[in-house]
């Protein structure tokens, strides 16, 4: 009889449960990045300076450098990795071609934690540009330095807060002479693309 009341209750219980299984979410091991970019651990504010609404078209940069640039080339608009934005500006005639380019970095928040875009942009310059030659006479953002020289080509790329600015020359002056044109459209560029 006992054994009869047990099996009963057993069944009485198992029936009356009728929970539906819960499914668990799977997540895809390498986390999407959320861009916040006003904000950091603690809450305060550090908005990043260039962000891809902010900055300017090729048009507008060709209006505000001048120094007889032709028409652009379209705007070449990237999306190069999570919480990074890029646009490149050309300019060309037959003999020469300059190149404005800028790459930003907007704050991130994912799984590994929060990153500023500053603190990208600087670990973007410091790994491609450690062995480049330092030039400390363009004057603009916290590190410039020269790519390796090639024939009638030089160009130069700045550091500045969030982003990495890059400014190349090729066709047209060799050596010093090519790096002091370069100095001067990487001066108009950077005021060109203040926010």
């Not at 819960?22 to 904000?39: K, R």
């Not at 990495?164 to 010093?176: D, K, M, R, Y």
């Amino acid at each position: 009889m006992r054994a009869v009341v047990g099996l009963v209750t057993s069944a009485v219980l198992f029936a009356g449960c009728s929970a539906k299984r819960v499914e668990t979410p799977e997540f895809d091991s390498a986390s999407t990045p959320v861009s916040t970019p006003s904000m950091k651990p603690g809450g305060s504010a550090t908005p990043v300076k260039y962000t891809a609404e902010n900055t300017r078209s090729c048009a507008d940069v060709r209006q505000q450098v001048g120094a007889d640039l032709p028409d652009p080339q379209p705007d070449g608009d990237q999306q190069p990795g999570a919480g990074s934005w890029a646009r490149t500006c050309t300019y060309k005639t037959a003999e020469q071609a300059v190149v404005f380019a800028i790459r930003s970095w907007e704050n991130t928040d994912d799984a590994t934690g929060f990153t500023s875009g500053n603190d990208n942009a600087k670990r973007y310059f410091a790994d491609r540009t450690s062995s480049w030659e330092k030039d400390g006479g363009v004057g603009i953002g916290s590190d410039a330095r020269w790519r390796e020289p090639r024939a009638s080509a030089c160009a130069l790329e700045a550091l500045d807060e969030n982003a990495v600015l890059t400014v190349a020359l090729t066709g047209g002056a060799e050596g010093e002479q090519c790096r002091t044109a370069v100095r001067e459209l990487a001066k108009k560029f950077y005021a060109a693309m203040q926010p």
